[in-house]
């Protein structure tokens, strides 16, 4: 009730409850017997949650949750805060687990979420099983200090600590490094001594994974493996998946296959950088996942449009193609067709350009 802050505090709560008691109602419905500025306080947070649930009658669980994010408040207050990124990257994280377990549920993502579920008894909307499914999963199945399970945290707070086995994942640009971070040296360089601190976290074995696509804040996104990955020593790296076209980056390094356990004695990182020490073998490893064959969001247009560049190659959307001059990129939209034909490509550090097909020799990455 009083976060984002609304000047309500524990006295006028207090009051609440007090006068809730005495009308036999529930707190809600108490909210317009209070008077004052506690009153007023109390009664425009009990307007907002009004005008919310007026608002998302009849939307889908994720723009419910969508909605409400933004409504809410939360996202102003962190804008105003200095680490406040972070918090609004995982706010809306959140609409991706509530379409995530719709699909779960084998429940239809337009579905109206304050619809009851047919299958359920008694009767639950989408939003109260979502909540329900959220609350189970937030804690009491977490696990206790000293018992063998995995642990998922981020790089800042696995400082200090060591696993025998750490998986890193989203070694991607714009994840990890951060876009954020991408565009300043200095940004960039803390994203490096982040990356440095995960990699020697791990005693025995150390697994590096990305995705050629993933949902991002609601949206499908194509990115190039992360710089990171090219700064390791090569000879250390073992790829364990085939690479299946997976867009690589313009700066160097590269090999086939897949990666694990390195070299003699591994790899441990020291204060003054890399170093090795028998004594402290660290194996790396990278899992690359596979490219998908065609992203299930494309719309028929961009099929179509696709199937009229086909020079015995099938251009699509989140195909990895090599260009002589800017490297290798990822296909991001198609256009056009004839002469007229062109594709707007992620080339990385390079930027995102447009090419006309009949000018560019674009090469598909196999």
Not at 225 to 232: G, I
Not at 254 to 282: L, Y
Request: proline share 3%.
């Amino acid at each position: 009730v009083n976060f984002p802050a609304r000047g309500i505090g524990a006295r006028s709560i207090e009051q609440l409850q007090d006068a809730a008691r005495s009308a036999q109602a529930s707190l809600f419905d108490a909210t317009a017997m209070l008077t004052g500025a506690a009153g007023a306080k109390l009664q425009a947070f009990a307007q907002l949650i009004a005008r919310l649930r007026q608002e998302t009658a009849t939307l889908p669980l994720p723009e419910v949750v969508e909605h409400v994010i933004e409504r809410s408040g939360l996202i102003l207050h962190y804008q105003s805060e200095r680490e406040g990124q972070e918090r609004i990257e995982n706010l809306r994280e959140v609409v991706n687990a509530a379409a995530a377990f719709l699909a779960e549920q084998g429940v239809d993502a337009q579905f109206p979420a304050n619809v009851g579920l047919a299958d359920e008894v008694p009767t639950i909307t989408p939003l109260a099983a979502f909540l329900s499914h959220a609350s189970l999963e937030a804690g009491d199945n977490q696990a206790q200090e000293g018992m063998d399970a995995l642990q998922l945290m981020t790089v800042h707070s696995a400082k200090g600590l060591e696993f025998d086995g750490v998986f890193i994942t989203g070694l991607e640009e714009g994840l990890f490094p951060h876009e954020n971070s991408i565009q300043e040296v200095e940004g960039l360089e803390e994203e490096r001594r982040l990356m440095y601190v995960a990699i020697t976290r791990a005693r025995k074995r150390l697994y590096l994974s990305l995705s050629q696509t993933r949902m991002l804040h609601g949206q499908t996104r194509y990115n190039l493996r992360s710089r990171f990955l090219e700064e390791l020593p090569e000879e250390h790296l073992k790829w364990l998946t085939p690479r299946a076209g997976l867009a690589r980056s313009d700066w160097g390094g590269g090999g086939q296959g897949g990666w694990t356990g390195g070299g003699q004695g591994g790899w441990r990182g020291s204060g003054s950088g890399w170093g090795s020490e028998p004594a402290r073998s660290r194996s790396l490893g990278a899992a690359s996942s596979r490219a998908l064959e065609a992203p299930s969001y494309v719309s028929a247009d961009d099929q179509r449009a696709a199937a009229r560049f086909d020079r015995g190659l099938s251009w699509r959307i989140g195909q990895t193609v090599a260009h002589a001059r800017f490297g290798e990129g990822v296909i991001l939209a198609i256009e056009g067709s004839g002469n007229d034909a062109r594709v707007q490509v992620n080339f990385g550090r390079q930027g995102i350009k447009w090419l006309a097909l009949s000018v560019a020799k674009l090469e598909a990455v196999r």
